[in-house]
């Protein structure tokens, strides 16, 4: 893989697609879902009307909204500019990509774990109690969003629970969404309550998405990596390509 040329179509497919031409591409977030900015191509000249412009739009609709701002993105004081606009930046990610079929037949679920696919909103609510035991946050947001997806692309969004076949408790939740007319499935997710970390669930988790993605005919797997995640997914063959920070808005 040419960690170059998957950047420039990662770029391409999945950040500028469909621009019409501006500076800027937002999400607008209706229906509760995700609102923010995915691309831009600005530089010294335009980068803070383009940021002013932003704000004015995402506030007057009363949004709170994320910058996603790559490490290849311009110009290269962008985040400077974002913190003095009121962005606050959350902890930096890494942008990785891998083969699809590479982290397919990498790793089974453990014993005493069952993989379950979620088809309604009672197992979004399992989804959303792995997330909160597992991140110590509140899932009321991503519970939201998951109903929206699931009612309106259900081919589109897959979400997979891993449950403890001892007492039928979800210890882990992961979900893959498919996006249609690009080369890349994004993993999102897998969360894994303390207790029943280091055992391998995350790594299966990630295989049986993958396996997922391939069947569709996606060449290839896109993750936001956290520190903790990304040790991992480097040895299931996942390339670093670049570092990815939310700025945060609030009104």
């Known amino acids: 893989m040419d960690p170059a040329a998957v950047l420039a179509l990662f770029d391409d497919q999945m950040r500028r697609a469909h621009d019409s031409g501006g500076r800027v591409r ?31 739009w995402f506030t007057a609709r009363g949004r709170e909204f994320e910058w996603k701002l790559y490490g290849h993105d311009t110009p290269v004081d962008l985040s400077v500019r974002l913190r003095a606009a009121g962005f606050t930046a959350e902890p930096e990610e890494t942008l990785m990509v891998a083969p699809a079929e590479g982290p397919a037949a990498v790793a089974e679920p453990p014993d005493g774990i069952e993989l379950r696919e979620v088809t309604d909103a009672s197992g979004i609510d399992l989804v959303a109690d792995v997330h909160e035991a597992a991140f110590g946050t509140s899932a009321d947001r991503l519970r939201q969003q998951l109903r929206a997806q699931l009612a309106d692309e259900p081919e589109a969004v897959g979400m997979t629970v891993a449950v403890s076949t001892a ?69 299931l063959g996942f390339t670093p390509l670049t570092t990815t920070t939310p700025y945060v808005y609030v009104p």
């Open 26 to 56: 937002r999400e607008d977030g209706e229906d509760g879902g995700w609102c923010g900015v995915v691309w831009s191509a600005l530089d010294e000249t335009t980068a803070d009307a383009a940021i002013a412009e932003q704000v004015h």
């Open 167 to 235: 007492d039928g408790r979800p210890v882990s939740a992961a979900r893959l969404e498919l996006h249609e007319g690009t080369d890349f499935a994004s993993l999102w997710g897998g969360g894994t309550v303390p207790a029943w970390r280091g055992r391998g669930i995350y790594r299966a988790l990630v295989a049986h998405r993958a396996r997922r993605a391939a069947t569709h005919g996606y060449p290839y797997l896109q993750t936001d990596a956290l520190p903790t995640s990304r040790p991992i997914l480097q040895r």
